[in-house]
């Protein structure tokens, strides 16, 4: 009878251990597919301690480094302030990234995700001199999560795919368009701002137009009331739009030389703590609707303002700082 019950005892135990095996080749098989087996993070880094960044899309070498407390853009040894806005946005989106998943465990794998010469972007980070990452960007994908899931409204997300030139052969699936990041036109990583000052330190704004009548002088009297051409204006109205100039920027550059016998427009802010700034609005030689504009905040750039948008926002008139009767 004992002999009978330890052969069941051996039995079940023998039959649990192959469960036990059954459940752990699946588990690896899971693993070898890519749907578990992933780094937590990739692209670890401390970002205060990145001073260059340097990518490579379509045969272009691209470099973003840090000098002094701004950033460069620098293409064939030519160089222009970085707009800080993407460096940060490359920053915010590529460091310490967490993937949702694994798309490819193989570099046989790679070239259906664009990781070929001609079409990933090979990215660096350096520290001083040292590496300290190493990865490419591959294509990206659109999506589309089904209206049911949404509560009745269907919407899409963007996905990237990136790998980790460090030995691991993972292909990754990132959240985000990432290669909006990393421009071909260098130009998209320069600073584009025309203005900004904080519109609690401005005094004084005078504007000089080519119609006369469009012209105005807008000032501040030392109980800090505003006025228009001698007008008190609407704190409110006026505050609306000294914000303007609080973060000015263009969209595009101009690749031509200034204009020659155009007479250009001008608007100079005044005030505390920043040094004047003269905007300069020029009609441009060949499109009546568009113009070009010069900032002295921003000397490396000449912008072109396509229909006059960027003007017709700081020749503001009277009606725009009084209340309507």
């Known amino acids: 009878m004992s002999n009978k019950i330890n052969k069941k005892l051996w039995t079940s135990i023998i039959i649990f251990a192959l469960l036990i095996l059954v459940v752990l080749v699946m588990f690896l098989n899971k693993n070898k597919n890519g749907e578990r087996n992933f780094k937590n993070e990739i692209i ?11 990518y490579i899309k379509d045969g ?21 302030t970085a707009d800080m806005k993407i460096v940060n946005s490359i920053f915010a989106q590529l460091s310490n990234v967490k993937p949702m998943r694994i798309a490819a465990v193989s570099k046989e ?9 001609e079409k990933q ?21 659109y999506v589309e999560i089904p209206a049911q899931q949404q509560g009745g409204q269907g919407r899409g997300s963007m996905t990237t795919y990136l790998k980790e030139n460090d030995g691991d052969e993972n292909v990754y699936v990132i ?12 130009n998209q990583l320069r600073n584009k701002a025309l203005c900004t000052i904080n519109k609690a330190n401005i005094s004084e704004i005078s504007a000089t137009a080519s119609d006369p009548t469009n012209s105005f ?24 739009y000294l914000s303007r100039y ?19 427009e001008v608007i100079t802010i005044k005030g505390n703590n920043f040094s004047p700034v003269k ?8 499109i009546p609707e568009d113009y070009i504009i010069v900032s002295s905040a921003n000397p490396e750039g000449i912008f072109l303002d396509n229909q006059g948008n960027i003007r017709k926002r700081l020749f503001a008139n009277i009606t725009e700082f009084i209340k309507a009767e």
């Open 121 to 141: 972007i090979d990215v660096k980070y350096y520290s001083g001199k040292k590496e300290v990452a190493n990865f490419s960007i591959g294509k990206f994908e």
């Open 44 to 54: 670890n880094v401390e970002t205060e301690a990145v001073d260059k960044i340097e």
């Open 60 to 80: 272009n070498d691209i470099i973003l480094y840090k000098d002094g407390d701004a950033w460069k853009v620098s293409k064939n040894d030519t160089i222009y």
């Open 279 to 286: 905007i300069s609005i020029y009609k441009h030689p060949i």
């Open 109 to 117: 794998q790679w070239g259906k995700f664009d990781f070929t010469p």
């Open 246 to 264: 609080s973060n000015l920027v263009a969209s595009k550059f101009y690749n031509a030389a200034l204009p020659e016998n155009i007479e250009p």
């Open 175 to 186: 959240n985000g368009f990432l290669k909006t990041l990393f421009p071909e036109d260098f």
């Open 217 to 240: 002088m807008l000032t501040q009297d030392y109980e800090e009331h505003w006025q228009y051409n001698g007008i008190a204006t609407d704190s409110t109205k006026t505050s609306n």
